[in-house]
């Protein structure tokens, strides 16, 4: 079974850095487009940021220029680094590979990204 594990959100202030990660099993995310999402209570799941099989990246406009996506091929595990961190960045983040989100339910537990002052 495909199974992601999210790891490395907390409570942090506006203007600070997080870095989350996701351990895949049974899916190699070199061979998978992988992404991270994040869902509110009561809005729709977003995806934030996308790393294709290939290398490619791709970053949603409303966190451009603050987080990045990143892989270690080795170590079959997705990055998110997060800097500036805004209040509006406050979710529950997850991983998936991006073809099979919907279409089978791999989602993990997510990871909880608090922002406050």
């Not at 999402?37 to 009561?42: A, F, L, S, V």
């Not at 997510?110 to 922002?115: F, S, W």
């Amino acid at each position: 079974q495909v199974q992601f594990v999210e790891s490395g959100g907390s409570l942090a202030q506006p203007g600070g850095s997080l870095r989350l990660t996701c351990a895949a099993r049974n899916i190699f995310v070199s061979s998978a487009d992988m992404g991270w999402y994040r869902q509110t209570p009561g809005s729709q799941r977003e995806l934030v940021a996308t790393i294709l099989s290939s290398g490619d990246t791709t970053i949603a406009d409303s966190v451009e220029g603050r987080f990045t996506i990143s892989r270690n091929i080795d170590e079959n595990t997705i990055y998110l680094q997060m800097n500036d961190l805004k209040p509006e960045d406050t979710a529950v983040y997850f991983c998936n590979a991006v073809r099979l989100a919907n279409r089978f339910n791999y989602w993990g537990q997510g990871t909880q990204v608090t922002v406050s002052s």
